[in-house]
């Protein structure tokens, strides 16, 4: 579209370019920064956080579908005990903190089907560390209860909880079932290879560009609400039969 790209992060603080005509603003912001945005008065899109109550156009994912995806492979596999390994995420500038909505669809759907079990839910920081230390708690914690299966709602806490495993000589797939979320490069760079649900990150920014171009170019108010689809991705380290 020929445009310059200037980048700005919201943990530094900055000073808008008079250069800048539109903003795309990526990741998840609290109302006091939403505010300061709206101040520049400038078309805004948001990509990863949903702000259509606040009138805002913004591209988020589907969570519910890529979580419903995870609990029916499960289930198709025979492993209908579930853990799931989540986390609480703090804007950055400290005023709010975020309930992780995979969670949320994860308990309602389980709820839905029968097999929901809150002794099964580990809350720790989206982190390969937290990952690590509640994996190691829900082995200490179950012993031979220890699910056959666990959603990881990241591919860091993933990869902690990999390591743990792998550290208490628990087989995957054999023993545990593992999914993580996102997809990115690492899932393939470690043994065995994580099945993961895939998210179109590029096509997100696609998108929110799309929209931002027509907003500067034809002025257009009102807010929409753009949901990508995801793709259950599977590897090593779930049983796929």
């Known amino acids: 579209m020929d445009y310059d790209i200037l980048r700005y992060f919201n943990d530094h603080p900055f000073t808008l370019s008079e250069e800048v005509i539109g903003i795309l603003c990526i990741g998840k912001f609290s109302r006091s920064q939403i505010s300061a945005f709206e101040e520049y008065q400038k078309p805004l899109v948001f990509i990863d956080s949903d702000t259509l109550s606040l009138g805002h156009t913004c591209i988020i994912t589907d969570f519910y579908t890529a979580?419903?995806?995870?609990?029916?492979?499960f289930v198709s596999q025979g492993l209908d005990r579930i853990g799931i390994l989540t986390g609480l995420e703090e804007i950055t500038d400290q005023e709010e903190i975020i309930q992780d909505k995979r969670l949320e669809h994860f308990k309602n759907y389980s709820l839905s089907k029968g097999i929901y079990n809150d002794k099964l839910v580990f809350q720790g920081s989206f982190t390969a560390q937290s990952g690590y230390d509640l994996m190691k708690e829900a082995i200490h914690?179950?012993?031979?209860?220890?699910?056959?299966?666990?959603?990881?709602?990241s591919d860091s806490l993933a990869i902690g909880a990999l390591r743990a495993l792998q550290e208490a000589g628990i087989s995957l797939p054999d023993r545990v079932s593992l999914i993580s979320f996102n997809d990115t490069s690492l899932t393939k760079q470690v043994y065995p290879p994580l099945s993961s649900i895939t998210v179109y990150t590029e096509e997100m920014g696609r998108a929110g560009m799309d929209i931002l171009n027509k907003e500067v170019l034809h002025g257009r108010k009102i807010p929409s609400l753009t949901m990508l689809g995801t793709r259950l991705t599977l590897r090593e380290s779930t049983r796929n039969e």
């Open 141 to 153: 914690k179950l012993e031979d209860q220890l699910p056959p299966a666990f959603f990881a709602a």
């Open 67 to 73: 979580v419903k995806q995870v609990v029916d492979h």
